[in-house]
């Protein structure tokens, strides 16, 4: 298990990678794990934001849907799908919440306050963090615990003033500040900002439903991805690309977490070149080679498509399954 660890870590660290988050982020996933003995490995990555008396199985393997009105197939926005991207990548912070690969998808599933979240020293109780703690941020640490609820954000275009004091008046700063000054993260591209801005402003108020956590869901969404690099490489958007590439890494390591198994290790393997490719389709992103670099994108979705279509990915016995998790989860649950 720790070759494979180990052979993972490798593949997924982009030099390329400006800010240098990934290398860092990996380092939170993989090295840390390794140096504890204990008798599972891979960890699944999310379980360390669960409170441990929560029903884990539950939320590893389902969230409340999407509360948008948006198809991807008939309403494809590219800003809109990069938002969606943005919000679901620690790609977007800096600091210790990139290492650790925290996301807002992590508090705001799917746009819905996490009610299992937990950190210990930053939650009072689940469902609440410490957003003024020096651990995340370089400019608000007040040497105070004191947590606060996670809110939801569905209707959040409509809801202003934002904050529990109600200190801000727009999205846009507020979301800023989250980004710069709580998780210590770069100024984002207007673009970027302007995307995840689109992507909130679409979480609309309708009754909570449930979806199941799905290997199809997670590979539409890496298909979904690719689309969108193929865009911004059509776009010459280098800053774009570089961080969709970084983003789908994050979301590849996520899928392969679910196939630790030995009989897996095809799968596994699949995901690794993929986001292997994906690295060398980062430099040509730097180089500013931008034909060639949307070609290998488009050979590279094909492939994803194609597994998809074959079901040649198998969810039965990997950790998507909620039998196989419930057994795997078992040890930890002592
Ligand atoms: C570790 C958990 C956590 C993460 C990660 C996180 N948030 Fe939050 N978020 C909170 C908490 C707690 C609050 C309440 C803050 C307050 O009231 O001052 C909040 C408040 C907000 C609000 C204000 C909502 C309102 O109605 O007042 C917005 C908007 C928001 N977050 C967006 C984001 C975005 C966008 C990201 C990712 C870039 C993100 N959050 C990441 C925990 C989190």
Known sequence: MNTKRAQWTDKYTTPGWKAGALGLLCAGFFI????????????????RWLDQRSDRLTALTSRPAEPVNYD???????????????????????????????????C????????????ESHSSRPGTFDTT???????????????????????????????????????????????????????????LIDALLAYMNALQPRDKQTEP????????????????????????????ASFVIASLRYQLAGIAERFPFEH?????????????????????AIEGKWEKLAQRAVRLSE????????????????????ETLKKWLKPLEQ
């Open 213 to 240: 956590i799905t290997l199809e869901e997670d590979l539409k969404d890496t298909s979904r991805g690719l689309r969108v690099l193929i865009e911004l490489a059509e776009g010459k958007n280098a800053d774009g």
């Open 303 to 322: 492939e994803v498509e194609e597994v998809y279509r074959r079901n040649s990915f198998v969810s039965a016995g990997s950790l998507y399954e909620p």
């Open 133 to 191: 703690s020096a651990v995340f941020s370089k400019t608000l640490g007040d040497n105070t615990f004191n947590p606060i609820e996670i809110p939801d954000l569905v209707n959040v275009a409509n809801t202003a003033p934002y904050g529990h004091d109600g200190r801000e008046p727009s999205l846009r700063a507020f979301t800023l500040e989250v980004i710069t000054q709580e998780f210590s993260g770069k100024q984002p591209t207007g673009t």
């Open 108 to 119: 705001h599933t799917n746009g819905y306050a996490n009610r299992n979240f937990f950190m």
């Open 32 to 47: 840390v794990g390794g140096q504890t003995a204990e008798p599972i490995e891979p960890k699944l990555r999310d379980i």
């Open 264 to 284: 897996q290790r095809k799968t596994y393997s699949v995901l690794v070149s993929w986001s292997r490719d994906l690295q060398r389709l980062n430099s040509f």
């Open 72 to 106: 991807p197939q008939t309403d494809w926005n590219l800003e809109y799908e990069l938002g969606r991207i943005a919000f679901r990548s620690p790609v977007i912070f800096g600091g210790f919440a990139a290492r650790e690969g925290l996301t807002c998808q992590i």
